[in-house]
Structure formats: structure tokens, C-alpha cells
């Protein structure tokens, strides 16, 4: 049986001042500066995982003719480590982070890394950079955000599945997502270019279904959008999800309902969350098929008073309106009770704020 990675410390790790750490704390840029470490391992064909350890934040060393950069074989996560108010660090719900890890390496055929290994590199990571996780803050929702992925790393411009792969782990303090915080955003509805199709890649974690999303992602911006909600590639009418997060709609009955998982939307953990704590909260979830139009069509009838987006950067982020083409569709109650209520419970659990009665959290620190 392999031995688990133990992603020790290097020997020559440098650290960041408490001044420059406390300064990029004060006003976190959503992954635009990084910690002072990575936590690295590499699998080899025949010879499996090896050389990890927790190194200094560098470079990788990718030629021009690294296979990653001519057919995109790679994967990455997203997570976070939250300070609680006794200072002590937490993970949450690492495993499943690792779970989809592997499905999407399986995916794009790239070795699995065992989901403790997986979780180990996270807490490591976490545990040697604890200065970089920041306290929650005023708005209370600072964190570490830690980003997982894996890359074929090898020179070679044939075809084929890498016999050389390279994990990794990086991290960014982060504030709100959205910048000004959590306020109700207008969605772009693309009904034509489609981020994933039946048999792609839609429910992997890979860069290639987030590059689709971009073009459309342009245009949601040029018209004052902040993100495109896609439909599917075949019907053009079954939402799917936005270009990085979940969609849900809560109904005037009290039903929570998203579009079932169906191979090309990806299974996210903040989603999968939402669902499990929604009865606590009277509500009733609900996965299957929604129409687009079954949709827009509830929220001007009230039907759907609530809509909302869902994921690990933006936790829960209100609908207010949609353009649909040149027809603007305003949410009744674009920051409801209920979108609010979902949204301060998830981050009670994750901030330790509420006691975690389903053992979601793993303490690094």
C-alpha cells in the first residue's frame, strides 16, 4: 500500500513580514496576492505520488512544449480556512473539495490523488501560513481562500494522457467576492453559447469550462451585468449555472429548487450544503430539470420571490434582476429573508459562529 504524503516543510522557507501580511488583510484583492508558500507533489507513471513538501511560493518550471499548455489537462478546487474568534483555523468540508477532486481527474485523465492526501496538502498549507488567514472582519467574511490543482507536466506535443503530473497548492486572502459586498447583481441570460455539453466536461473542475464561459461573460459585462446564467447546449432551455456558480430559486411555497445534476453542472460543495441544511430552515429541497423560461416566468408572477447564486468564493450572492435579450426581469425580493437566512447560516458553521452539528469542520490550527 502507498504511503500518505506528509508534505513536510522545506528547509528554506521564507515569511512575510507581519506588517505587509496585516496590510494585505486590511483590504484583501480576491486572488490577486498570494501566501508565502505552496505545498507541491508529483506522480509519476509506474512510480505514483512522491516529492512532497510545503516549499516557497515560485515559478513552475513549464516549458513552451509542456503538454498542459497545447491540450488543457488539468483540474483545480477552490476552498477555504476561516479564523474562528478563539484564533484556532478550520477547513470546511475538505473531503468533499477531495471527492470531486478525484472525479474530476478521472475525468480528464489524470491520476487520482487519495482524498487524504488531498486534505492533508490543504491543512499543511494552512497550518504553516496560519499568519495569512485573516480574521473575519467587519463584513465577516474574510478568509483564506486555497486553491488546489493539477497539471500535466511534461514536454510533449502528442496526444496522449501525461505520464508526468504535478499537484499543487497555492492560497490568496480574500474578502467578499463581490466587490462591495453582498448585493443584489443582474444577470445576463445566454440562451445560444453553452459552457458545457452532454458528455463534456461540465461536471469536472477544469479551466477549459470556465474559458468557455468568458466570451459570453464580455458581453455580460458590457451591458452591466455581473455574470451569464447558461442554459443547456442541446434544448437550449434547462438552466444549468452561472459561469462559477450554482443556481437556486426559492418558491412562494417554500420548496428550494436547482437543477439537477445531470453530468454537465458541476457538483458544488457550497450547493450540496445549502441542500442539506434547507429543511432546517422549512424549506423543502428540490433538484430536477427548471426551464428557463419556467423560471423568468415565476419571477414575474411571484412564484419565485427569491433567486440566488451559490458557490465557495461568493457563499450565496442575491439576484436582483435578468436580461433576457432586451426584456429586463426584476426579482420581487432580491435580498428575501430566506437567501439571507441561507447565507448567514453557512457562514456561522464556517466562521464557528453556530455549532457544527454535521462535523463539516476540520481544524488545521
Same mark, same amino acid.
Given at each position: 500500500?502507498?504511503?500518505?504524503?506528509?508534505?513536510?516543510?522545506?528547509?528554506?522557507?521564507?515569511?512575510?513580514?507581519?506588517?505587509?501580511?496585516?496590510?494585505?488583510?486590511?483590504?484583501?484583492?480576491?486572488?490577486?496576492?498570494?501566501?508565502?508558500?505552496?505545498?507541491?507533489?508529483?506522480?509519476?507513471?509506474?512510480?505514483?505520488?512522491?516529492?512532497?513538501?510545503?516549499?516557497?511560493?515560485?515559478?513552475?518550471?513549464?516549458?513552451?512544449?509542456?503538454?498542459?499548455?497545447?491540450?488543457?489537462?488539468?483540474?483545480?478546487?477552490?476552498?477555504?480556512?476561516?479564523?474562528?474568534?478563539?484564533?484556532?483555523?478550520?477547513?470546511?468540508?475538505?473531503?468533499?473539495?477531495?471527492?470531486?477532486?478525484?472525479?474530476?481527474?478521472?475525468?480528464?485523465?489524470?491520476?487520482?490523488?487519495?482524498?487524504?492526501?488531498?486534505?492533508?496538502?490543504?491543512?499543511?498549507?494552512?497550518?504553516?501560513?496560519?499568519?495569512?488567514?485573516?480574521?473575519?472582519?467587519?463584513?465577516?467574511?474574510?478568509?483564506?481562500?486555497?486553491?488546489?490543482?493539477?497539471?500535466?507536466?511534461?514536454?510533449?506535443?502528442?496526444?496522449?494522457?501525461?505520464?508526468?503530473?504535478?499537484?499543487?497548492?497555492?492560497?490568496?486572502?480574500?474578502?467578499?467576492?463581490?466587490?462591495?459586498?453582498?448585493?443584489?447583481?443582474?444577470?445576463?441570460?445566454?440562451?445560444?453559447?453553452?459552457?458545457?455539453?452532454?458528455?463534456?466536461?461540465?461536471?469536472?473542475?477544469?479551466?477549459?469550462?470556465?474559458?468557455?464561459?468568458?466570451?459570453?461573460?464580455?458581453?455580460?459585462?458590457?451591458?452591466?451585468?455581473?455574470?451569464?446564467?447558461?442554459?443547456?447546449?442541446?434544448?437550449?432551455?434547462?438552466?444549468?449555472?452561472?459561469?462559477?456558480?450554482?443556481?437556486?430559486?426559492?418558491?412562494? #411555497?417554500?420548496?428550494?429548487?436547482?437543477? $439537477?445534476? *445531470? +453530468?454537465?453542472?458541476?457538483?458544488? %460543495?457550497? &450547493? @450540496?450544503?445549502?441542500?442539506?441544511?434547507?429543511?432546517?430552515?422549512?424549506?423543502?429541497?428540490?433538484?430536477?430539470?427548471?426551464?428557463?423560461?419556467?423560471?423568468?416566468?415565476?419571477?414575474?408572477?411571484?412564484?419565485?420571490?427569491?433567486?440566488?447564486?451559490?458557490?465557495?468564493?461568493?457563499?450565496?450572492?442575491?439576484?436582483?434582476?435578468?436580461?433576457?435579450? #432586451?426584456?429586463?426581469?426584476?426579482?420581487? $425580493?432580491? *435580498? +428575501?429573508?430566506?437567501?439571507?437566512? %441561507?447565507? &448567514? @447560516?453557512?457562514?456561522?458553521?464556517?466562521?464557528?459562529?453556530?455549532?457544527?452539528?454535521?462535523?463539516?469542520?476540520?481544524?488545521?490550527?
Amino acid at each position: 500500500m502507498a504511503m500518505s504524503l506528509r508534505f513536510a516543510s522545506a528547509d528554506d522557507l521564507t515569511w512575510s513580514s507581519d506588517e505587509r501580511i496585516a496590510l494585505e488583510h486590511a483590504t484583501p484583492r480576491f486572488g490577486e496576492v498570494f501566501i508565502d508558500h505552496m505545498a507541491l507533489a508529483t506522480w509519476q507513471a509506474g512510480d505514483g505520488w512522491g516529492d512532497d513538501a510545503v516549499v516557497n511560493y515560485r515559478g513552475l518550471d513549464i516549458n513552451p512544449g509542456g503538454a498542459v499548455l497545447h491540450y488543457a489537462q488539468e483540474i483545480f478546487e477552490g476552498l477555504k480556512a476561516y479564523r474562528h474568534a478563539d484564533g484556532s483555523v478550520w477547513l470546511f468540508r475538505p473531503d468533499q473539495n477531495g471527492e470531486r477532486f478525484a472525479l474530476s481527474a478521472e475525468r480528464l485523465a489524470l491520476p487520482k490523488l487519495p482524498i487524504e492526501d488531498f486534505v492533508n496538502a490543504c491543512v499543511r498549507l494552512a497550518e504553516v501560513d496560519a499568519r495569512w488567514v485573516p480574521d473575519p472582519g467587519e463584513d465577516g467574511e474574510k478568509s483564506l481562500y486555497l486553491r488546489p490543482f493539477m497539471i500535466a507536466n511534461q514536454d510533449f506535443l502528442g496526444v496522449a494522457p501525461a505520464t508526468r503530473v504535478l499537484f499543487s497548492v497555492i492560497g490568496s486572502p480574500v474578502g467578499a467576492y463581490f466587490v462591495g459586498g453582498v448585493k443584489p447583481v443582474r444577470i445576463l441570460v445566454e440562451r445560444q453559447q453553452a459552457r458545457t455539453a452532454p458528455g463534456g466536461t461540465g461536471e469536472a473542475k477544469c479551466g477549459g469550462n470556465y474559458a468557455a464561459s468568458l466570451r459570453s461573460q464580455i458581453e455580460a459585462q458590457a451591458r452591466g451585468c455581473a455574470q451569464v446564467l447558461f442554459v443547456d447546449a442541446v434544448e437550449h432551455r434547462w438552466i444549468e449555472e452561472l459561469g462559477g456558480m450554482n443556481f437556486m430559486a426559492v418558491s412562494k #411555497d417554500g420548496q428550494l429548487i436547482t437543477p $439537477e445534476l *445531470t +453530468g454537465t453542472i458541476l457538483r458544488g %460543495i457550497t &450547493r @450540496r450544503s445549502i441542500l442539506e441544511v434547507a429543511p432546517d430552515l422549512g424549506l423543502e429541497p428540490v433538484e430536477r430539470k427548471l426551464g428557463i423560461d419556467e423560471m423568468l416566468d415565476g419571477v414575474r408572477s411571484g412564484e419565485f420571490p427569491e433567486v440566488f447564486a451559490c458557490g465557495t468564493a461568493a457563499v450565496v450572492t442575491p439576484i436582483g434582476s435578468f436580461l433576457d435579450g #432586451d426584456d429586463e426581469v426584476t426579482v420581487a $425580493e432580491p *435580498t +428575501g429573508k430566506t437567501t439571507m437566512e %441561507i447565507r &448567514r @447560516r453557512l457562514l456561522d458553521i464556517q466562521f464557528g459562529r453556530a455549532e457544527d452539528t454535521r462535523g463539516w469542520l476540520k481544524r488545521v490550527c
